[in-house]
């Protein structure tokens, strides 16, 4: 398994994901065939070349899609770069210019939050920059990748935020944080993780979710950067009104974002 582990993470979007996170993927996708070709160490075969690229292709849009392998991301923490550190990930880089209005908006709607939850977080906490929240709130950082969380890590205890962080898979992993949450992040996850039509997936995350107010968000433009002819989600709309929540939404430039509340 570690020498499938290897080859996965020869790319280079890749590198940085947990070992931990991959092997589940990898386990998920295994069939007979494919142990059979793992335990003979075939791995030049067809069909292993093949399971090699589905692996890839599920990891890559939970993380790969959004990344810039050109920027060293430790490297700039410690020099308190945040601002390049934002720019390193294509979402926080989208945000930038509208980041401080953003929150404005959220907390208007919201309440500004004593406690934090992001799911599948990427570099979106180092925005704390923008939320006008003093450092003692409390602050969960999420994410596939242990190398982004170690950047994550090393950004609050610089500006003296009470947060913590947590390698985590959105998709199968437990959301027994034993607290209740006043806010969670949930920006761009659930199409990231769906890969069937059903929406089963954010339905049963939705209702796991441990926060008083979820924020959910999802693109407004396609990953080649050409604009959606339709932005609003109709099917996250119905299920949100089948699931009894109302919901307002704030709309960027290339993102849409639902608030809604859950009862705690």
Sequence with gaps: MDEVIKIILKKKELANLDKELVKKVINNNLNTKIKK????????NKDFKEFIKIVRSQLRRQYGAFQNPKMERMELVK?????????SHQSTKERLPYYKDFYNKLWKITGKPGSILDVGCGMNPVSFEYMNLGNNIEYLALDISKKD??????????????GSVKVFDAARDDYNFNKVFDACFCF???EILETTNSHRLTEDIILKLPAKQVIASFSTKTLSDAPMTKKRRVWFEVMLKRLGYSFETIELANELFYCFKKDF
């Design 37 to 44: 070709l793992i335990k003979e160490e075939r791995f030049k």
């Design 79 to 87: 020099k308190k770069d945040y601002l390049n550190l934002l720019k």
């Design 149 to 162: 969380l170690e950047v994550i890590s090393e950004y609050f205890r610089q500006k003296g935020i009470n």
């Design 188 to 190: 761009k996850l659930f």
